[in-house]
């Protein structure tokens, strides 16, 4: 019997299932978050503390990124091949620093701000009698070589051979008024017009004593030597912007050659030279890189006006000599080389070598283009100021000698020429030509630096001739008039200005004798 096979129909076949079809029920993106946390409680707690850290961090102010000012890096070129902009970098207003650094703790390559900067006005009005108005707070040393000298902040020198040394306390106000009426008495662009400082007087009687306006560039530099030889620099002092503007203009009056100045009249190396003198001490004293080059070709220019084998006169390399621009040129040229500028120093055995020749061996007498001749006079005021009544040239003899660094042990000249000019010691007499701050002012820093009983006997006439002759009222107060033998040169400015750095002596070098 055969067996029938039946045939298969698949549709029969019917499949039972407990799970649910893919197509037949489709979870949201929320449901399968909801059930993966519930299977990780962890994962909510962290999305919750990402969240928080988000939110607080919106709630944040926003700070823009800070803006970097630009950065003026002076290059200074060496000397003589330097090239000098064309014009002084405009003044900007820094921030004020409630309280300076000493200059020590200021590295000079973090100082990248042109220093000659306009500081932000200073109120001038205090008066300055009080002791504590001097930059020196004990009159310590001020040794650096030269007219200006200076020291930091609270009368800490950083340059020179000077160790503390006290001075009397009644010179302080005589300073403290001379450098008051000097900074109340300064044009805005910096200089002092020999001629036209009355300008700047309040109500009342207006001050007299005009000078000569050609020596606006040799009176700008007496009246900046006086304010750093009280400590005030560019950096540090009451009177920093005075010093800052007073630099800037010298600096800006400087040609091509170095000459600070035009060559006008036969006393314009005069001018050059004291205006030499304080922009190298502002550079040295403040260490300025952005001055340090005008310093430079300032010095240049003196250099190369000396003539071959000699000293100077009143042109460069003229053939002429004498011992009173010679004495200007030998102090910026010694305070140059103190400040590490270049300095030929065949120059100063040149200058030693002059004034031996026109010294008088007995008296130690210094000649001013020969031995045995007096002091240079105007034509029309050699009566008025007879040279018998002065002996400027051995003052200044005396104290070139000493900054050259001979001593009375190895010259005896110096002893000798010391007592020759206290034959003729400070005496303020308006009747007699007796008048000569020019003489005052070399010989109070020679008989310093000598010391001893001549110092002593110098320094008795000088400060009756000076302490009592201040002006005391009105407009004046604080100058001297200009009565004496160079008065009508510089006028009031110099008078002034001369007579206050004569009273800086006092603490502005260590004398060599104790």
Same mark, same amino acid.
Request: net charge negative; with cysteine; hydrophobic share 35%.
């Given at each position: 019997?055969?067996?029938q096979?039946k ?5 029969r076949?019917?499949?039972t299932q407990e799970h ?8 949201s993106?929320d449901e399968?978050?909801?059930?993966q946390?519930?299977h990780?409680?962890w994962?909510?707690?962290s999305?919750?503390f990402?969240?928080l850290?988000?939110v607080i961090?919106?709630s ?5 990124a800070?803006?970097?000012s630009?950065?003026?890096?002076t290059v200074i ?7 000098i902009?064309?014009e002084?970098?405009?003044?900007e207003i820094?921030p004020e ?12 390559a973090?100082?990248e ?10 109120d001038l009005s205090?008066?300055l009698?009080?002791p504590?108005d ?9 040794p650096v070589i030269?007219?200006g000298?200076g020291?930091g902040?609270?009368?800490h ?6 160790s503390p040394?006290?001075?009397p306390?009644?010179i302080?106000p005589?300073?403290?008024r001379g450098?008051?009426w000097?900074a109340?008495h300064q044009?805005?662009d910096g200089k ?13 009687t ?17 009246a900046?030597l006086a ?8 950096r ?9 503007r007073?630099a800037?203009?010298?600096k800006?009056?400087?040609?091509d050659d170095?000459l600070?100045g035009e ?7 005069y001018d050059?030279?004291i ?9 040295g ?13 300032a010095?240049n220019?003196?250099q190369?006006?000396r003539?071959?084998?000699k000293?100077?006169r009143y ?7 004498d ?10 040229l ?5 400040f590490d500028l270049q300095?030929?120093s065949?120059?100063?055995d040149y200058?030693?070598a002059?004034y ?11 000649g001013?283009?020969q031995?045995?001749e007096?002091s ?7 009566k008025r ?7 400027a040239?051995?003052a200044?003899?005396? *104290?070139?000698?000493?900054? /050259?660094?001979d001593?009375? &042990?190895?010259s !005896?000249? %110096?002893l000798?020429a ?6 003729r010691?400070p005496?303020?007499?308006e009747?007699?030509?007796?008048i000569d ?13 000598l010391?001893?009983r001549r110092?002593k006997?110098?320094k008795k006439?000088?400060?009756?001739a000076?302490l009592q ?8 107060k604080?100058?001297?008039d200009?009565?004496?033998a160079?008065g ?9 200005? *001369?007579?206050?750095?004569? /009273?800086?002596a006092?603490? &502005?070098?260590? !004398?060599? %004798?104790?």
């Open positions: 019997m055969k067996h096979h045939i298969f129909d698949p549709t076949i019917v499949i649910e079809k893919p197509w037949e029920h489709n979870p993106f399968m978050m909801a059930e946390l519930r990780a409680p994962i909510a707690m999305i919750l990402h969240a850290i988000i961090l919106m944040l102010p926003r700070k823009s800070p803006v970097h630009a950065v003026a890096v070129p060496e000397p003589p091949t330097e090239e902009p064309d002084i970098p405009p003044e820094p620093d409630p309280k300076e650094v000493e200059p020590e703790l200021t590295p000079i973090d100082l701000q042109d220093d000659l900067d306009q500081d932000p006005s200073e205090d008066e009698d009080s504590a001097s930059r020196f707070d004990s009159f310590q040393d001020n030269g007219t000298g020291a902040p609270n009368g020198g950083g340059h020179g051979r000077g040394r006290g001075a306390a009644h302080k005589p300073i403290g450098l008051r000097l109340d044009d805005e002092w017009d020999a001629d036209g400082f009355m300008k700047h007087d309040i109500a009342g207006p001050c007299t004593g005009p000078g000569n306006p050609i020596h606006d560039i040799g009176v700008t530099g007496l900046m304010f750093l030889g009280d400590g005030h620099n560019l540090f002092g009451k009177y920093r912007s005075n010093v800052r007073a800037r203009y010298l800006s009056q400087m040609d170095g600070i060559a006008n009249g036969n006393h314009y190396m050059h030279a205006a030499a003198i304080a922009l190298i001490e502002a550079t004293l403040s260490q300025s890189r952005v001055l340090r080059p005008y310093a430079q070709k010095v220019y003196i190369r006006a003539n071959p084998y000293v100077w042109y460069p390399r003229d053939g002429e000599n011992s009173s621009i010679t004495g200007w040129m030998v102090m910026a010694k305070s140059a080389k103190d300095v030929d065949k120059a100063f200058a030693r002059w031996d020749e026109v010294t008088d061996a007995s008296t130690g007498q210094v001013y283009t031995r045995g007096g240079a006079r105007e034509p029309l005021l050699v100021f007879p040279t018998d009544k002065t002996e040239m051995t200044t003899g005396l *104290l070139i000698r000493i900054f /050259l660094g001593t009375p &042990k190895d !005896p000249i %110096l000798q010391a007592d020759t000019m206290l034959k010691p005496i303020w007499n009747n007699d030509g007796s701050l020019y003489y005052w002012y070399y010989g109070t820093y020679a008989m310093f630096q010391g001893g110092w006997q110098w006439h000088l400060e009756p000076l002759t201040q002006g005391h009222k009105g407009n004046s604080g100058s001297w200009p009565l004496g160079w009508e040169s510089g006028g009031r400015v110099y008078s002034t200005a *001369l007579a206050i750095l004569t /009273l800086e006092y603490f &502005k070098y260590s !004398p060599l %004798l104790r």
